[in-house]
């Protein structure tokens, strides 16, 4: 589950997506770093079995394989950028507004950013938590660089 929220840009980014050890916000390049092919990790994912429409039924394990296999084309093979504390503040924010639209268990981040790879919903619950999301990513506004 760690990829899918990962691979796909803050704008349009799932739940599911922002999980697993990852920071909700999505991957960006900056100077020095190498640009990502949106289009060909998408066209990869879901010849993996996962796209952004049947991303919250697939199981976690055909997602983790399949990132494996095609991080490679987002920008710094699917790294994240360290966030910094302002960005770690506003995943907290995140979080924090999970939990006041029903999900009590949705976790704080670390001091990285990353949600704990511990937390893992089911896919039934993350399809649940598509509109908390959506409402939610209001905190993440300007983490992705």
């Not at 960006?28 to 640009?35: L, N, P, V």
């Not at 095609?70 to 506003?90: I, M, S, T």
Request: aromatic share 4%; proline share 9%; glycine share 8%.
């Amino acid at each position: 589950m760690a990829l899918v929220l990962t691979g796909c840009a803050a704008e349009d980014a799932e739940p599911g997506v922002a999980t697993a050890g990852r920071p909700a916000s999505a991957v960006a390049s900056s100077a020095g770093e190498a640009k990502g092919d949106r289009q060909k990790f998408e066209k990869c994912m879901s010849e993996s079995g996962v796209d952004r429409n049947n991303a919250t039924e697939v199981d976690d394990a055909v997602i983790t394989k399949a990132a494996e296999k095609c991080n490679q084309f987002l920008p710094n093979g699917g790294e994240l950028p360290k966030l910094d504390p302002q960005d770690v503040e506003k995943m907290r924010g995140f979080s924090k507004c999970m939990r006041e639209a029903g999900f009590p268990e949705f976790p704080d981040p670390g001091p990285d950013g990353s949600i704990p790879a511990d937390y893992a919903p089911s896919p039934s619950e993350r399809e649940k938590m598509r509109p908390a999301y959506e409402t939610c990513s209001k905190e993440l506004t300007g983490i992705a660089k």
